[in-house]
Structures are given as structure tokens and as C-alpha cells.
């Protein structure tokens, strides 16, 4: 069954670093997503993203992040210059169609320490 | 902006019984999603509803638009059922929107 990739499993980073996560959606999905878990919180929604450009983005999604569909295949986030409470699970996500079905990658797991 | 409540929060059960989680929603949706996360943290789809029932196994989802209320039956409840199931509803504009989440009902059987 097509999976969503993500890369790495666990980063851990200094406080005020830069950071990508790597996203590998299922190839023939047009709808790509992101979201976080705090520890012991719910999951939050970040930003979408269709034809290359972001759909939506929430309030937490602010100008230290940024998406990117560099090369057709990957889906990455960087945070630009991280802080502590940034520390969270990270989700990305993706789908075929506009109402369709989510398959969700395994998560980035990130500490800023 | 809509908010998600599920009940219960926590949940254990014995093995074999049948386990209901409900889940209801304040603003008018295009889409609910029943998921599954384990303990180590991914997140598995197992529904996705935008009208009536679904089933899946031994997984039944229900929803009534009128009444912005889903639930989520488990039949014959085993041990590894125990994960933690989350409501998540999509925007009446569909799309692209994001998804928002309850905070989850922990599920444990026990043997």
C-alpha cells in the first residue's frame, strides 16, 4: 500500500538552528499537508498545499515557517530559526482529491534544546 | 472555528466488549475523519464519513449531519485495539482545508 515518507524519524536541534523536515508524499496526490503534536496535545493543522502554492495556513504557521515542493516528489518545512516550543511531533500529510481521504506519514519527532 | 469534543477521554474494556466512542462537532463540515494513533505516534486513517454509516471489519463509523455527531464502534474489542482514536473534522469549504482535532479518546483492552 503507498506510504507517506518521512525523514528524519527524530532531529534534534539547538535552540535558534534552522531545521527541514523531509516529506515524501504518494505520488499521484495533488493535496499536501502539515501538522504538529505537542507532547500530550492535540494534533494542530499548519498549512496546506495545492499546485504549488500554500492553500491555507493557520495562526501558528508563522514567518519563521516556510513550505516547499522543490523537485516534484519531496514536500519539506523549514523552520527558520527554531525555538524551544517548537519542540513537537511533526505530521505531513497528503491526499488525492480536494475531498479525499488523508494518508499521514509517521512523524518527525523534533527537540530544540 | 469549529470545536471537536470527544467523549469519553479514557476508556478500558475487557476483552470481547463493545466499545462506543462519540465524538461531536460545533460548526457545519464537508468531512469527518475517525483516526488511530499507537503509542510509538503515527497516525492510521480508518474512516472517512460525509453522510451514514461505514463499516470496516470490526470498526463502524456513524454520522448525522443534523445533529454534528459521529461515533466510532469497535465490535469484539481485542487487545490490540488499544491505541488512542481522535475525531477530526474538515471545513464546510472542503478543499484544502485543514483538518481540526479533538484531543482523543485513550483506549485500552485488556486480555
Known amino acids: 500500500e503507498p506510504e507517506v515518507t518521512q525523514t528524519p524519524s527524530h532531529q534534534v536541534t539547538q535552540m535558534g538552528q534552522e531545521v527541514i523536515l523531509r516529506c515524501v508524499p504518494i505520488s499521484n496526490h495533488l493535496y499536501f499537508y502539515w501538522y504538529r503534536q505537542i507532547l500530550g496535545q492535540k494534533v494542530e493543522f499548519l498549512v496546506s498545499?495545492?499546485?504549488?502554492?500554500?492553500?491555507?495556513k493557520s495562526e501558528i504557521f508563522d514567518d519563521q515557517f516556510s513550505v516547499e515542493r522543490p523537485d516534484g516528489s519531496n514536500f519539506t518545512l523549514k523552520i527558520r530559526s527554531t525555538k524551544l516550543e517548537d519542540s513537537a511531533m511533526y505530521f505531513c500529510?497528503?491526499?488525492?482529491?480536494?475531498?479525499?481521504?488523508?494518508?499521514f506519514g509517521s512523524g518527525t519527532r523534533l527537540t530544540v534544546v | 472555528k469549529n470545536e471537536v469534543e470527544q467523549s469519553p477521554q479514557n476508556l478500558t474494556a475487557q476483552e470481547g466488549e463493545f466499545i462506543t466512542i462519540n465524538c461531536s462537532y460545533s460548526v457545519g463540515i464537508s468531512a469527518l475523519h475517525w483516526l488511530q494513533q499507537h503509542p510509538g505516534g503515527g497516525i492510521v486513517s480508518l474512516f472517512m464519513l460525509s453522510s451514514g454509516k461505514k463499516k470496516h471489519g470490526r470498526l463502524i463509523a456513524t454520522i448525522n449531519i443534523q445533529e454534528k455527531h459521529s461515533s466510532l464502534h469497535i465490535t469484539a474489542s481485542h487487545p490490540r485495539d488499544s491505541a488512542v482514536y481522535i475525531c477530526a473534522v474538515r471545513g464546510p469549504g472542503g478543499g484544502a482545508d485543514g483538518l481540526t482535532f479533538g484531543k482523543g479518546t485513550h483506549l485500552i483492552i485488556q486480555p
Open positions: 500529510a497528503s491526499s488525492d482529491a480536494p475531498w479525499g481521504g488523508y494518508t
Open positions: 498545499f495545492y499546485n504549488n502554492e500554500i492553500s491555507e
